[in-house]
Each structure stands twice: as structure tokens, then as C-alpha cells.
């Protein structure tokens, strides 16, 4: 059988053009080491991804020659020596990262902003660029080419005159217009997934969270909702598109308000006159899933699934990354057990990190916690924050045993545990071959 040969190292000038290397391999790094990207999870960067450069902070690669790692601060441009960059990419939704872009962090200046960041190199034989990824979703409704902001325009400013009185609708058209949320969008699409903001406060204070910076990362790049909506407002807005939309899912708490956990009296209300006014479509609950007893009265209203979000189901990583305000970990175990006993389709919002998730640790308790809690989904969502700031904040030394190893032994202890990046309408909770469902099939 032919090898493959290994991708080449891509790096940038200080402006921003980016170039292969004749000779340096790619690398990648799992936790804070540098590490070789199997085969297996070298893919064909996806399309409607992007790359970009990591300031002031050079490449990691492999030199075949020395048979060793080796920082790339300078490249030899014929006579001239130039400083380089690390570069990055931001994949397309649906897409599990498997490793890190390899770098020398020690050098970095700056909180990268928070985005998800991806190994990525240049593959001369495919001709084209590779990241270190596995494909996770084969839902294709979230790609960019998807939201076209001229068709969007006219029907915000139409539903916008329809409820001149709903402070709601308000609110999502600067999600969609100001902010470019695909879900908000979908409202005024009218089709797929619509989400419902209800809460501006959350009682958790996660290091990546992209409505409120109290502390020490970056800025966040979304302003929360600022009221509570009624329960008249959101049914006004939800009832039409679970009765006309295509596959239509309306969904509470979507990460980048406070935890709709918060406002579960109005959010409980709302869906009892959702569910009476319907039968069709899926009502979904994202939440951190921090107090119990509100989740069983969320799963009376009626809900059909739930989500609930961790980096990790190990308290120590769990406690370092959501800094609990009021709740334990221990008391987010207990809404997922709740949710499935409830007979919800129960999902996990996994925030993953190479490194972090896939260490044999992590790796072994989630084993544990998909045997204790019965969960139907892992989505495997890659974390969006500076990997070095995250490394160190969760106290990673080494390397993880490999996000796609992982994902294999998963699969192997529990067939019917499903991957995914995206919510999901009840027609498809369970979709024949589900068990099988995953390496996707592209
Ligand atoms: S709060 Fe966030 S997820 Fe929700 S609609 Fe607005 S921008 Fe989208
Ligand atoms: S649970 Fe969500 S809203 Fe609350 S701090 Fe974390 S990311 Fe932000």
C-alpha cells in the first residue's frame, strides 16, 4: 500500500500571506505537546472554513532531517532571512478538531480572541490543505452559503412591522443583522432551528464565554439580551415557525445570552403553550443544566430534548473552566440523568480540547458518565478560546491518547451513543443506522 506523505508546514509573513515550506512536515499539538497527525485524521480543510495567522507566536513542525521538532521563528527567503507566524484554521461548523496548531506559545503576546483553533497544513500530493479534523454532522443546513444577508434583509424589516410591540423580535434582529447568528436568522427564514434568548444572567462564569468577560480572557463579542421576555412574546414569535417552518426546532439558550436555567418559570410557561398550540416541531432546552429540580419541571412542560453543556465530566476541569456561582457538578450529572429518566432525547454540549478530552482520564470517566447518565449525544463541539490559555488554566502537561482514538473507544463501549455538532427535530433523534453513524460518511 502507498503511504502518504506527510503535509507540509504552512506559516505567514508578517502580513499575512501565507506559504508552504519546502521541506518542514506539519505538526500539530495535543495539550502542550507536539505531536505527528495520523493519517486518519488528515482531511481536506472543509469548505466555508478559513485560516488565519497566530501574532508574533512561530510554528511548531517536524524536520524529517534532525528527526525532531524544531520552532520555525525565521524562514530563508532567497538571500533574505524573514520572521514568521503560526497559522490557524477556523473550521466549518460539523467538524470535530483533533489537534491543535502546533506553536510556540511561550512566544504569543496576546489573549487570542475566542475562536477554535486547528492544525492545519498543505497536502502536495491532494494539492490542497489538510486540517486535523473528523467529520462529526452531516447536517448541512448551517453552512454560510446558506444565510445570504440580501434575502435576510427585507424579511427582519417585515417581522419586525408585524410585531411592533414584541421586545423579542427586536432582540433577534440584532442577533441576526448586528451579530450574523445563523439561528437567528433561521427565524426570519422561517425554517430549521430558531433559538429563544430569555435570560440576561447565568450563574456560571466560564473562561470562554461569549456574552460576558468579567475577568481575565478577551472581550466578548455578544451583548446579552437584556430583559426577560413573557411568555406572550416568545409564543407569538415560536408558534408560527413550529406550525410553517421546514424541520422546524425552537430552542432556549444558545450560549451567548445568560443560562435560560435562570428564567425557567417563564421558560416552562411558554413551552405548555407551545406544545398545546402544536404538535409539530421540536422544542429543544440548552442549558448548563445546574439545578435539577427546575430540568424535571422544564421536562413536565414539555420539552422533547435537552442539551447541557461541560468541557468536561471531570469536576476539577468542570469547576476550572464554568467557576460554578451557587451549584455543583455533581448537581449538572443529575439534570442529564434527570432528562433521560424523563424519556428526553439528552444531549451533551461537549466543549472539546485536544489534550484536555482525549486524556486517559477524561476519556475513562466519560466512559463512566455515559454508563451513569444514559445520554443519547455527544455533540462534539471544539472549544472556542485561546488553546494555550486554556492549557494552562486546566494545568495540561502531555498529550491526550488522540480525539479520533477517542471517538473510536466510545463508539466501541457504547454503539449506540451518536456524535453530532447540531440540535437535532425529533423525526430525527434515532435515524436508522444510527449505531453506525459515525466515521461520516462525506
Ligand atoms: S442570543 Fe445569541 S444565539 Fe441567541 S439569537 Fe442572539 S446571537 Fe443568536
Ligand atoms: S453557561 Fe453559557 S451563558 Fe453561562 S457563563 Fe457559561 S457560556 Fe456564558
Redesign the pocket.
Known amino acids: 500500500m502507498k503511504t502518504r506523505k506527510l503535509p507540509k508546514l504552512l506559516y505567514a509573513d508578517s502580513q499575512g500571506n501565507i506559504f508552504d515550506h519546502p521541506y518542514l512536515t506539519m505538526a500539530g499539538m495535543s495539550g502542550d505537546e507536539a505531536v505527528l497527525p495520523e493519517s486518519v485524521e488528515l482531511i481536506p480543510l472543509p469548505e466555508d472554513s478559513r485560516l488565519f495567522t497566530i501574532p508574533d507566536t512561530p510554528p511548531l513542525a517536524w524536520d524529517e532531517r534532525q528527526g525532531s521538532f524544531v520552532t520555525v521563528s525565521r524562514v530563508k527567503e532567497g538571500r533574505r532571512s524573514i520572521a514568521v507566524q503560526a497559522v490557524s484554521a477556523f473550521m466549518a461548523p460539523g467538524y470535530m478538531r483533533t489537534l491543535l496548531p502546533a506553536c510556540d506559545y511561550s512566544k504569543k503576546k496576546v489573549h487570542l480572541p475566542l475562536w477554535s483553533y486547528t492544525a492545519v497544513g498543505w497536502d502536495e500530493e491532494r494539492e490542497c490543505f489538510v486540517v486535523a479534523a473528523t467529520r462529526v454532522d452531516d447536517n448541512e443546513n448551517w453552512l454560510p452559503k446558506n444565510y445570504d444577508d440580501r434575502k435576510l434583509d427585507p424579511l427582519v424589516r417585515r417581522m419586525v412591522a408585524d410585531f411592533p410591540e414584541n421586545r423579542l423580535i427586536e432582540?433577534?434582529s440584532?442577533?441576526?443583522v448586528d451579530?450574523h447568528?445563523f439561528?437567528?436568522k433561521n427565524l426570519f427564514f422561517r425554517r430549521w432551528e430558531a433559538?429563544?434568548?430569555t435570560s440576561p444572567v447565568c450563574n456560571s462564569r466560564c473562561l470562554g464565554c461569549i456574552?460576558l468577560q468579567p475577568s481575565d480572557c478577551c472581550p466578548s463579542n455578544?451583548e446579552?439580551?437584556p430583559f426577560v421576555p413573557t411568555p406572550e412574546e416568545i409564543v407569538e414569535l415560536m408558534l408560527p415557525h413550529l406550525l410553517e417552518a421546514p424541520d422546524p426546532i425552537v430552542s432556549y439558550g444558545?450560549?451567548?445570552?445568560g443560562d435560560p436555567i435562570m428564567q425557567a418559570d417563564t421558560v416552562a410557561e411558554a413551552t405548555r403553550r407551545l406544545k398545546a398550540g402544536s404538535s409539530r416541531g421540536t422544542v429543544n432546552f440548552n442549558s448548563n443544566g445546574s439545578m435539577p429540580e427546575r430540568v424535571r419541571m422544564l421536562c413536565d412542560a414539555g420539552m422533547d430534548s435537552m442539551r447541557f453543556s461541560m468541557n468536561s465530566v471531570q469536576e476539577g476541569f468542570y469547576n476550572a473552566y464554568y467557576r460554578p456561582k451557587g451549584y455543583r457538578f455533581a448537581d449538572v450529572v443529575e439534570s442529564v440523568k434527570a432528562a433521560k429518566q424523563k424519556g428526553l432525547f439528552t444531549m451533551i454540549n461537549y466543549l472539546v480540547s485536544p489534550g484536555v478530552t482525549d486524556s486517559p482520564a477524561e476519556v475513562e470517566a466519560l466512559l463512566r458518565f455515559i454508563e451513569e447518565t444514559g445520554v443519547d449525544m455527544l455533540q462534539m463541539r471544539n472549544l472556542s478560546i485561546d488553546p494555550d490559555f486554556y492549557n494552562q488554566r486546566m494545568g495540561v502537561h502531555g498529550k491526550g491518547i488522540g480525539m479520533y482514538r477517542l471517538l473510536e473507544q466510545v463508539k466501541k463501549a457504547f454503539p449506540r451513543i451518536q456524535y453530532g455538532y447540531f440540535n437535532r427535530t425529533r423525526e430525527r433523534f434515532y435515524p436508522s443506522g444510527f449505531e453506525t453513524g459515525w466515521p461520516v460518511k462525506s
Open positions: 432582540q433577534l440584532r442577533c441576526a451579530y447568528c439561528a437567528a433559538p429563544i434568548p456574552s455578544h446579552r439580551i444558545q450560549g451567548c445570552e
